[in-house]
């Protein structure tokens, strides 16, 4: 009876003010036509047969052949490969720069996260640059032609450059804030340097290990370009075998099951991460400063660990490194003389889809981070039903492998009302969706750090939910507004598995481009095409940071 | 402005189970009052500001502002005005883009804006201040803003919440005394939360003394300490000293009290209602009591169990012959020699002093 007064008193509240209930309706509506409706379409599509009546057929088809089936198996070999591996130097990486006192402290943090503004593929590419066929290093070195780049350790190793920035920036926070005295009393206690680490250190870090090596397994699982260069017809994966039984064999149906296949252990592994690990934090900081000198390794030690970072950084590098030169040969591996012709090429052929690639992360950016921000904002501070969906269902999307998404978007958006293939919207939403779950929980976590009385404070004074939003609130969280905005556009720039079924002659994208080069064997050209995209990102970077005086760091622009 | 809180019930859910946050609260705020909510955390103080200032939705009852039906106005169409524990300044904003915030929502004009902003920060204390951030304040400064922000707004109620407890002892005492001076200045109605006794003494017209979300008393400062209606609130506020009895007679509020377990009878004070025969407590603050006899006709022995020396007083512990403890306190002990421990005394005390509530 009371109960129901307080609940009619709280609706006449949400009716009285439009605009959150309008705001909260179209966040709803938006994120069950972008996000579920595509989801339940690749489903509903699996689950019928050429007549539309409901049939299991694409699975078993899916299940009796051989191939599909090692594709699955593959899929999670790799991910879970790429997850030990990926955290496995991300530790090192976070533990040596958190607890020795090394030199060029700076240049490892700084090779720790570049991975992340180049397209997770170009990896890939430069790989087979060093240690294919035609090899700098495999055939030009040594002269040896035949050394496995293809299959499950190369496509491995590439992923393992691409995401392992993920892993570093979520235990340098991990590792930087278990306070020096920690170890400090264990020393005190009579612990050696390894005993220290063994029961303190190791220990503490157990959730953000756990945590990290889910995040990398969903990463790899989605990873879409690598295993399009890398993994060879001997090695199918489930990304790129759904991919091709739609644009190769014209089957939806199967795709759509495949999908389903590369969608239940992303699911199932982002809810254990958010739901289990996520949970699970050791909090150590406290308002006392804590000044201690490190000491937690020996020399020896320092300088074994200093050795493992070095290698790995020299490797990224060497990586990157390749894909400038190649830009600027006749034809990697057989004529060798430095040009500028694969520029002229590519301003010739791609200069359409250079303007595509930046006309969309450009549109897509800004809404993305914005709404963002509007759904961290509702989410921590508004009282609604249907909260706690919201909140699942925008975070969904980060979960949702780009294969999925993509199928599911051309099956979605084929037919009226909903008709959107081949046009710029299409790109759009698919961007702005995909991306927004990291402004979200950018945004949700520093706003869990605001003292919600400063925007009680203004609600008192006057202001309105628009008004406290744009006066108080987004100034309050500009840092993750714009963190948002780097990590959407860099995402957005360097989009392969979502984007290459949205595609049109009339929308096209630097990445696809790469891609498609590489296929038909121009690697200088898809270098150059490379050069070019992350000219366009750092140059974007770098603009953002000029205008905000370096608020921001690179290190902030990613998953809380 | 009045303020009337009407039968107001706040019921939280949550796992499973339900508390009641604040249960039946009435109560009547004149224009111009300074009505403080004191009691202990937990209380339901806050959850009753809370209500008031349109931040929790009431699970029944009404909250009228000026006769005005308010209880489904969201905070900011009230024109009630907040200000918090946390000081909650907008950390972006200069200290006048803080006191202007709200005057410039109302799109008052650049003139006239600037001269309230300024009178305001002038009474509060912040001039020349005007061009700074609020982490480049220290925390009673950042208070005097966040008023300075309120009463620009010139809002119908007031409300603070715990507006000093971030600050140390020495700058409370004298904020206290700010705010209270500021607030009669412009006369307007207040609603102050705390949870401390000597701060709600000091500034108030009215104390609502509350527990687990009942009010328990609702007085003056002064009928709060000296005539608590229960022991709840006499033990609450400041210290006291329980002897349970029995009232033997009632004439007009003098009242006798039997207390068998010390073989004594008691004279004091009673309200007019406590019925002959019926158990009660009589309440003796440790201050009433002294070795001098005077005109005090109450009495009682102890032992000295053990004392403080405090610099201006002396606090006892004595031992009852039932084996209570009882404190005591002299004032000025520098005139008098240091008590003996393991010594009896006999204590007096004046019927005006022994105040008898039901037990």
């Keep these: ?560 | 402005m009045s303020l009337v809180l009407n039968h107001v019930r706040k019921v939280f859910s949550a796992y499973g189970g339900e508390t009641v946050a604040v249960d039946d609260f009435y109560q009547e705020i004149q224009p111009g009052q300074l009505v403080t909510l004191l009691g202990p955390s937990g209380c339901g103080k806050t959850t009753t500001l809370r209500i008031i200032a349109g931040f929790e939705i009431p699970t029944s009852g009404r909250v009228l502002l000026e006769e005005k039906d308010v209880t489904n106005l969201p905070p900011n169409r009230r024109n009630v005005s907040m200000v918090f524990q946390s000081y909650a300044l907008f950390p972006h904003l200069s200290v006048r883009e803080n006191v202007a915030f709200g005057l410039k929502l109302k799109k008052m004009n650049r003139g006239k804006m600037q001269q309230k902003m300024q009178q305001m920060v002038e009474l509060v204390g912040l001039k020349g201040l005007e061009n700074r951030r609020p982490d480049q304040l220290s925390g009673g400064q950042q208070q005097r803003v966040a008023l300075a922000r309120s009463l620009v707004m010139e809002p119908g109620v007031l409300l603070f919440d715990e507006p000093l407890s971030n600050l140390d002892a020495k700058l409370r005492e004298s904020m206290r005394l700010e705010i209270r001076r500021i607030q009669q200045e412009v006369q307007i109605t207040s609603v102050y939360v705390t949870h401390d006794q000597v701060e709600a003494m000091s500034i108030s017209d009215i104390i609502v003394v509350m527990n687990q979300g009942k009010i328990m008393q609702i007085g003056s400062p002064y009928e709060i300490y000296a005539r608590p209606q229960n022991a709840f609130v006499a033990d609450f506020i400041g210290r006291v000293n329980f002897l349970e009895g029995k009232l033997t007679s009632n004439q007009n509020g003098v009242a006798h009290v039997a207390v068998p377990s010390l073989d004594l009878s008691i004279v004091g004070h009673c309200s007019p209602g406590l019925q002959e025969g019926q158990a009660v407590k009589v309440v003796l603050r440790p201050e009433s009591l002294s070795e001098e006899k005077r005109s005090r006709e109450n009495s009682l022995t102890g032992k000295i169990e053990k004392f403080v020396f405090l610099g201006s007083s002396v606090e006892y512990e004595l031992r009852l012959p039932d084996g209570e403890l009882f404190n005591a306190v002299t004032f000025n002990p520098v005139e008098q020699k240091l008590p003996t421990v393991g010594k009896d005394v006999q204590l007096h005390f004046s019927t005006q002093s022994a105040w008898v509530i039901p037990a």
């Design chain 1, 1 to 560: 009876m009371l109960k129901a007064e307080e609940t009619k008193n709280r609706l006449k509240n949400l009716l009285k003010d439009p605009l959150l209930l309008f705001t909260i309706l179209v966040i709803f509506a938006s994120i069950a036509i972008f996000i579920l409706f595509p989801l339940f379409k690749v489903f509903a599509v699996s689950l019928t047969d050429r007549a539309g009546n409901f049939s299991m057929d694409a699975y078993q088809s899916a299940l009796q052949n051989r191939y599909m089936r090692q594709g699955f198996f593959n899929s999670l070999l790799v991910a879970g490969l790429t997850a030990l591996f990926g955290m496995l130097v991300g530790y090192l990486f976070a533990y040596t720069v958190n607890r020795t006192d090394i030199p060029l402290k700076g240049f490892f943090r700084t090779v720790a996260v570049l991975p992340i503004v180049f397209p997770p593929f170009i990896g890939a590419l430069s790989f087979i640059m060093l240690f294919g066929f035609n090899g700098l290093i495999t055939a030009g070195i040594f002269g040896y032609r035949n050394f496995p780049v293809y299959g499950l350790w190369g496509l491995m190793i590439v992923q393992v450059v691409s995401f392992f920035p993920v892993a570093f920036i979520t235990l340098d926070g991990v590792i930087g804030t278990i306070s020096p005295t920690l170890e400090d009393a264990a020393f005190n206690l009579g612990a050696n340097r390894f005993q220290a680490f063994r029961k303190v250190i190791l220990p503490m870090s157990i959730p953000g290990i756990a945590s990290t090596m889910l995040v990398l397994f969903i990463e790899s699982l989605a990873d879409f370009g690598n295993p399009l260069i890398l993994a060879g017809s001997k090695f199918p994966v489930l990304s790129v075998q759904a991919y091709l039984q739609i644009t190769g064999m014209y089957d939806t149906r199967g795709g759509a099951a495949l999908a389903i296949w590369l969608l239940l252990p992303s699911i199932i592994v982002f809810i254990l991460q958010k739901y289990w690990v996520g949970k699970k934090k050791y909090i150590t900081v406290t308002g006392k400063p804590t000044t201690s000198v490190l000491k937690s390794v020996n020399k020896p030690v320092k300088w074994i660990l200093f050795a493992g970072c070095m290698f790995f950084a020299v490797f990224i590098l060497t990586i990157y490194a390749t894909i400038f030169w190649g830009a600027f040969v006749k034809a990697w591996g057989m004529n060798n003389t430095l040009t500028l012709e694969n520029f002229k090429y590519v301003f010739d052929v791609g200069l359409g889809a250079i303007l595509d690639t930046l006309t969309i992360a450009l549109t897509s950016t800004p809404i993305s981070a914005l709404l963002g921000m509007v759904i961290a904002f509702l989410l921590v501070r508004k009282v609604f039903p249907g909260r706690k969906l919201l909140e699942f269902s925008s975070l969904l999307s980060f979960a949702v492998p780009g294969t999925v998404i993509g199928i599911g978007y051309i099956l979605a958006f084929n037919n009226p009302p909903f008709l959107l293939t081949g046009t710029l919207a299409i790109l759009v939403f698919n961007f702005v969706f995909r991306y927004m779950p990291v402004g979200i929980q950018s945004g949700v976590a520093l706003l869990n750090q605001v003292d919600p009385a400063i925007e009680e404070a203004a609600y008192t004074l006057g202001a309105d939910n628009r008004q406290v939003f744009s006066r108080v609130t987004l100034p309050l969280i500009v840092p993750a507004f714009f963190s948002a905005l780097v990590f959407a556009f860099v995402r957005a720039m360097t989009a392969i598995s979502a984007a290459i079924f949205l595609v049109s002659a009339r929308w096209n994208l630097v990445t696809v481009q790469i891609l498609s080069q590489s296929d038909s064997g121009r690697l200088s050209e898809a270098c150059a095409f490379s050069v070019i995209l992350i000219a366009m990102i750092l140059m974007f970077i770098f603009l953002l940071k000029l205008f905000l005086k370096n608020r921001i760091s690179l290190s902030q622009n990613q998953v809380v």
